[in-house]
């Protein structure tokens, strides 16, 4: 009911056309020549939604949003890409440990100190085909490429999504969902922003600092 509620708050406030992507929606998005990748299948809901996000604004561009309450609307949001070095528009960062980075690479942790410059993913406006979109995309594909034959063997068993109170440690077992909860999102997209902050724009409305789940 809450999750449903967020979601009306949502549609009511935002004020832009909209598509909400479900699992019976998806698949006609996708590109003839850019299929979704082949582990798409065994995801959980989580990666999902993180493939999806990271693929529709790469080829499409536009904006995402979590299913999240919120107040402000977007409408006028797009005026801000008549500046050709804007590629991004989100909401700054307002913690250490909201930022992701990749825990196999100890010396990526220094982007949490650079919080303040970076923005979220969780509700952001995206210009298409920019080398950000792309790279991410990319990086995205080369984690599924790697972790392919144990999401084979272990696919998600669930719409939700796996090791959320454990975001920045290592999966010990090597008999279960082999992702971890930001892999394919959190930990490319901050290191990426900060490539690429001279092309971001920090006015995107936040959502509301509401309960959700």
Same mark, same amino acid.
């Given at each position: 009911?809450?999750?449903?509620?967020?979601?009306?708050?949502?549609?009511?406030?935002?004020?832009?056309?909209?598509?909400?992507?479900?699992?019976?929606?998806?698949?006609?998005?996708?590109?003839?020549?850019?299929?979704?990748?082949?582990?798409?299948?065994?995801?959980?809901?989580?990666? *999902?939604?993180?493939?999806?996000?990271?693929?529709?604004?790469?080829?499409?561009?536009?904006?995402?949003?979590?299913?999240?309450?919120?107040?402000?609307?977007?409408?006028?949001? =797009?005026?801000?890409?008549?500046?050709?070095?804007? =590629?991004?528009?989100?909401?700054?960062?307002?913690?250490?440990?909201h930022i992701g980075y990749?825990?196999?690479?100890? *010396?990526?942790?220094?982007?949490?100190?650079?919080?303040?410059?970076?923005?979220?993913?969780? =509700?952001?406006?995206?210009?298409?085909?920019?080398?950000?979109?792309?790279?991410?995309?990319?990086?995205?594909?080369? *984690?599924?490429?790697?972790?392919?034959?144990?999401?084979?063997?272990?696919?998600?068993?669930?719409?939700?999504?796996?090791?959320?109170?454990?975001?920045?440690?290592?999966?010990?077992?090597?008999?279960?969902?082999?992702?971890? =909860?930001?892999?394919?999102?959190?930990?490319?997209?901050?290191?990426?922003?900060?490539?690429?902050?001279?092309?971001?724009?920090?006015?995107?409305?936040?959502?509301?600092?509401k309960k959700y789940k």
């Amino acid at each position: 009911d809450n999750r449903l509620k967020a979601l009306n708050s949502l549609i009511n406030n935002l004020k832009v056309p909209y598509i909400i992507i479900t699992d019976k929606n998806y698949k006609s998005f996708e590109l003839k020549n850019k299929p979704f990748h082949k582990a798409f299948e065994y995801l959980s809901g989580n990666h *999902k939604s993180d493939y999806l996000r990271a693929y529709l604004l790469n080829y499409y561009g536009g904006g995402y949003h979590d299913i999240k309450y919120r107040s402000k609307d977007w409408v006028g949001q =797009w005026e801000s890409f008549s500046d050709d070095n804007i =590629w991004i528009k989100t909401r700054r960062e307002t913690h250490p440990h909201h930022i992701g980075y990749d825990i196999d690479n100890p *010396k990526s942790k220094i982007y949490q100190t650079k919080y303040n410059e970076l923005g979220t993913m969780g =509700w952001v406006i995206c210009r298409p085909n920019t080398l950000y979109t792309k790279e991410l995309l990319f990086k995205i594909h080369k *984690k599924l490429d790697y972790h392919y034959n144990n999401l084979i063997k272990y696919p998600s068993k669930k719409q939700g999504g796996y090791y959320a109170n454990r975001p920045f440690s290592k999966i010990k077992k090597s008999d279960e969902y082999p992702l971890r =909860w930001l892999e394919i999102m959190g930990e490319i997209s901050h290191p990426l922003m900060y490539k690429y902050k001279t092309h971001l724009n920090f006015e995107l409305p936040d959502a509301l600092k509401k309960k959700y789940k």
